[in-house]
């Protein structure tokens, strides 16, 4: 009982102390809020003053996270003065005074990018350098974590390699060099993290050895599988982007090796860019040795990117897209120079499945050029690249099969644990990120329709009606997995068909009166039209019979849209292809029913008012030009998704497998 009394006892006087201890701190800050003001705006003068009539304020907390004046003034970054001031006038020991998260004013510095104070501080006590915080993070790491490249490449210059490095209170020299084991290899995590690939290129050429090791379930190559962005394969373009991404000049350093297997880069031709030089490349190369066509060239494209921004951007994209490709390949070189298969299970087995899964063909095909056998990887679902490529629906990975040679028919035919072959897994409805890139619920039906029809070119014939663990043929899982789709579809269909019926059938009844009652009226004697010779007259019958049977043509489409059976196999093609002729039909009828208006027009004015005549014609184009604007994009995407060369298809030359 007298114990269970002292312990009480001892309880509240702690809680006593570490009351009394808040009060004196809450009072130090408000003590000391002129400082702390000053230092946020910059102000030396009010600071000066402050410090002058106090010598304890140079090295005082300030703030509830235990900030002293020179973190404040170093996170703000509002004066450089104010900095170098407060720096001048603080002995060395004092600069390595920590904050409640074990910040030094240099890792306030690293965390802010704040790279002049940065510098200032390294200045006059380098060990800074070296000081850990609470998270045993180097201000190199805090740098690279932040993604402040600036400040990263400036204390990557002044860091010691070999030099040991301090833990934030205690001084004792008995951490890891910055570059070396976990320090290293968390370091170069968080720079690919932040996107900065040529200053991982360079880490990984200096220490080799952080690119094969892990720390905390984290390694290079698994960061670099994550990052979809830093791929061409995870970068979207139209086609005069495309033309530009080709062409860009890049400086990048490429092994013979590479070189020989020619450009990974820009391996596909589906964009419609060829590799043939232009006129102007070649008059260059006639009239001009190396050295001066690669002086006109980069003068060329400077002055393009000044005339057009995007174009800088693209090729920033490339250069960055380029760094990748070759971290890649460097560190996938450095693990299969471990020669163990532990190793590769450790450091690239994980990436692979994650670059599957991601749609990363680039990291998969540098993989597996270093680890053959990696091919045959497989999670905890017995489910292969293709496999997981297939479920997430990753065109480029798939691909990856018309780049192999017979042995696609061994790897199409594997069977998860679940007895699932690949056409039951294509089965299954498309993750809604895939589904979304597809504008409209049918053409998503047909893009899923697309690749059922494409994975069963791969299987073996007797897969096609084969039954999984639960009893189910790919064509039921198909059809179970799509009947939302499926209803969607019909909807999208049906109210798109309804709202150009109702345009068709104005059309048609518009020239069809225009036609029964000609412009000018007929001869009382011969009952031929009184403009029969003129030339805008045969225009007007010509543009208003074509205008008719056009608009009857298309309301006969899409009556066959309204009225259709909608059965899964109609939206890969029969469904497009009707809704095609339909929108074409309709557009050709407005055309041609606007031209009719305009020789009508012509035929009343004739001569007189020609600048009236102008005004209407011009004005004439305006349905035209809002049709094109607000129905053109879809029907393109109708007739590539219909009759294009499809998604699917070999990417490259380059042999896979």
């Not at 009382?524 to 043509?553: H, Q, R, W, Y």
């Not at 059976?565 to 557009?587: K, M, N, Q, S, W």
């Not at 004439?620 to 393109?636: K, T």
């Amino acid at each position: 009982m007298a114990s269970s009394d002292s312990e009480k006892e001892e309880a509240e006087a702690a809680a006593a102390v570490a009351e009394e201890e808040a009060r004196a701190r809450e009072k130090q800050y408000w003590k000391y809020a002129p400082l702390y003001k000053a230092a946020l705006i910059g102000d030396w003068e009010e600071a000066e003053r402050i410090i002058d009539g106090d010598g304890d304020a140079l090295t005082a907390e300030i703030t509830q996270y235990k900030e002293i004046a020179l973190h404040v003034a170093v996170a703000t970054g509002k004066s450089i003065e104010f900095v170098k001031n407060l720096v001048d006038l603080m002995p060395v020991e004092a600069l390595e005074l920590n904050d409640s998260a074990g910040y030094t004013a240099l890792n306030t510095a690293a965390r802010f990018g704040n790279t002049d104070a940065a510098k200032i501080l390294v200045a006059k006590h380098t060990d800074l350098l070296y000081i850990r915080n609470k998270d045993d993070w180097l201000p190199l790491h805090r740098a690279a974590q932040s993604a402040h490249k600036d400040t990263l490449s400036y204390l990557l210059m002044v860091t010691n390699p070999g030099c040991k490095t301090k833990k934030p209170i205690e001084n004792d020299l008995e951490h890891m060099p910055p570059f070396e084991d976990d320090s290293g290899v968390e370091l170069l995590v968080l720079v690919i993290a932040s996107g900065f690939y040529d200053i991982a290129l360079d880490l990984v050429r200096q220490y080799p050895q952080v690119a094969k090791s892990r720390f905390q379930h984290r390694c290079a190559l698994g960061e670099m599988s994550k990052k979809v962005s830093a791929f061409r394969s995870g970068s979207h373009f139209n086609h005069w982007q495309s033309i530009i991404y080709y062409y860009a000049p890049v400086k990048v350093e490429e092994s013979a090796e590479y070189s020989e297997r020619g450009d990974i880069e820009n391996p596909s031709n589906k964009c419609g860019v060829t590799a043939h030089k232009y006129n102007w490349t070649r008059f260059l190369e006639r009239m001009f040795s190396f050295s001066e066509r690669q002086k006109v060239k980069d003068m060329l494209w400077r002055v393009s990117e000044l005339l057009v921004p995007p174009i800088k951007h693209i090729r920033e994209l490339k250069l960055k897209h380029n760094q990748a490709l070759k971290l890649v390949k460097y560190l996938c070189e450095q693990v299969r120079s471990l020669e163990d298969l532990e190793a590769y299970r450790s450091l690239a087995r994980n990436p692979l499945l994650v670059a599957a899964k991601l749609g990363i063909h680039e990291i998969i095909e540098e993989i597996v050029n270093s680890f053959p056998t990696a091919i045959l990887d497989q999670n905890s679902e017995d489910r292969n690249i293709f496999e997981l490529a297939v479920i997430k629906r990753h065109e480029n990975v798939f691909n990856l099969l018309y780049q192999m040679g017979e042995y696609k028919q061994y790897i199409t035919r594997l069977i998860d644990n679940e007895g699932n072959t690949l056409l039951h897994l294509v089965g299954n409805k498309a993750p809604i990120e895939k589904l979304n890139v597809v504008p409209g619920a049918a053409l998503q039906m047909q893009r899923e329709l697309q690749w059922f029809k494409e994975v069963e070119k791969f299987v073996n014939p007797s897969y096609i009606e084969m039954q999984n663990d639960d009893g189910e043929t790919p064509s039921t899982v198909f059809t179970n997995k799509h009947m939302d789709l499926v209803v969607e579809g019909e909807k999208w269909m049906k109210n798109r068909a309804t709202s150009c019926t109702f345009a068709t059938t104005l059309i048609t009844a518009i020239v069809f009166a225009a036609a029964m009652t000609v412009p000018g009226g007929n001869n009382n004697t011969s009952g031929l039209p009184i403009f029969s010779t003129e030339k805008a007259f045969i225009v007007f019958l010509v543009s208003d019979a074509i205008a008719l049977f056009m608009s009857t043509t298309s309301l006969l489409i899409f009556l066959s849209i309204l009225t259709s059976r909608y059965a899964e196999d109609d939206f890969l093609y029969v469904l497009p292809h009707r809704l095609i002729v339909g929108f074409v039909t309709l557009f050709l009828s407005i055309i041609t029913m606007i031209v009719a208006f305009s020789s009508t027009l012509c035929l009343m004015l004739g001569d007189k008012n020609s600048w009236l005549l102008s005004l209407v014609v011009t004005s004439a184009c305006l349905p035209i030009s809002s049709f094109m604007l607000l129905q053109f994009p879809l029907l393109v995407d109708l007739m590539s998704s219909t009759y294009g060369p499809g998604i699917f298809g070999k990417q490259s030359n380059r042999s896979f497998y």
